[in-house]
C-alpha cells in the first residue's frame, strides 16, 4: 500500500519531528548545534516559513512551524536535511545517510493545541533528563519565551500575544504554562498525530480542513481525529483566555 503524502497547508501549525537513522546522535558537540539553528534560519527566511517553536536533542528534533505557501516546509526541510548532512559527516568524517528516513509531519489546531505543542517540545530535555528544568536547556526556543535570551530563529505565533498585555506578563504567563506542563494523553496525542500525519483537532476542525485537501486528514472513515481529552494544557490559574 503506498503511503501517504505528508498533510501540509498553508497558514496551519505543523508539528515536525526528525529523527536520526537508527536513534544515533545527529549532533556531537556545540558547533553542529548552532550549524542546525543556522540553516534553519536560513531556509525559514528563505521559504517563507515562521518556526514558532523548537528544540535540538541528542539524536533527533522537533519543530512547530506554519508556512506561507503549500510546498515551503517540504521545500525548508529538504534545504536543511541535506546541506547538514553534509556539514556533519564532514565535521566527523563520516559518510552516508543520517537521517531515519523523512521528517514526520502534521498540522494541529490552532486555539486547542498550539501553546500545548510549545510546551510539550521544550519540555523534551526535562523528560529526558537531561536538565532539571527547560530554562537550562540551550538548545531550545524556551529561552526566547520567557526573556533568557532574543532568538532570532523564532517567530511567535499571535496567539502568544494573548498571554499578556506586556512582555513580562507574557513571559511570566509562558513560563506558568511550561511550569504546570501537559497532560500524559495530550503528549501521547501531539507525538503520534504528527508520526502518523494525521491531522490533531476538534472534529470540526478536521472535517473543515478534508474540504481543503484531497488527502485524507484522519485515519478513521468517519473522519474523527486522534484527540487528546478535553484539557490540552495543565493550565494554571487562567494564565491564558479560554478558547
Known amino acids: 500500500m503506498a503511503r501517504l503524502p505528508r498533510l501540509t497547508l498553508p497558514g496551519y501549525p505543523h508539528h515536525v519531528i526528525q529523527r536520526g537513522n537508527n536513534r544515533q546522535p ?43 505557501t503549500a510546498d515551503g516546509l517540504p521545500r525548508m526541510m529538504q534545504a536543511v536535511g541535506r546541506r547538514y548532512v553534509r556539514h556533519f559527516n564532514d565535521s566527523q568524517g563520516r559518510s552516508g545517510t543520517l537521517w531515519e528516513g523523512r521528517y514526520k509531519s502534521t498540522l494541529i489546531q490552532t486555539e486547542r493545541y498550539l501553546l500545548a505543542c510549545m510546551v510539550y517540545i521544550e519540555l523534551n530535555p526535562v523528560r529526558g533528563g537531561l536538565v532539571a528544568q527547560a530554562r537550562d536547556y540551550p538548545w531550545s526556543s524556551h529561552g526566547h519565551y520567557t526573556g533568557l535570551r532574543i532568538d532570532p530563529l523564532v517567530t511567535p505565533h499571535p496567539l502568544c ?43 470540526d476542525f478536521v472535517a473543515d480542513l478534508q474540504k481543503r485537501t484531497q488527502r485524507r486528514v484522519s485515519q478513521t472513515a468517519a473522519g474523527r481525529p486522534f484527540l487528546a481529552p478535553r484539557e490540552a494544557l495543565r493550565q494554571p490559574t487562567s494564565s491564558i483566555k479560554s478558547k
Do not use: C, K
Open 26 to 68: 545527529i549532533f556531537v558537540g556545540a558547533a553542529n548545534y548552532e550549524d542546525l539553528l543556522g540553516l534553519l534560519s536560513e531556509n525559514a527566511a528563505r521559504f517563507g516559513v515562521a518556526i514558532h517553536a523548537y528544540v535540538l536533542m541528542s539524536n533527533h528534533f522537533h519543530l512547530l512551524a506554519t508556512p506561507s
Open 161 to 203: 500575544w494573548e498571554l499578556g498585555n506586556t512582555p513580562f506578563a507574557r513571559e511570566a504567563a509562558y513560563a506558568e504554562l511550561v511550569q504546570a506542563g501537559v497532560s500524559p494523553q495530550t503528549q501521547a496525542a501531539l507525538t503520534q498525530s504528527a508520526l502518523r500525519g494525521w491531522a490533531l483537532g476538534e472534529p
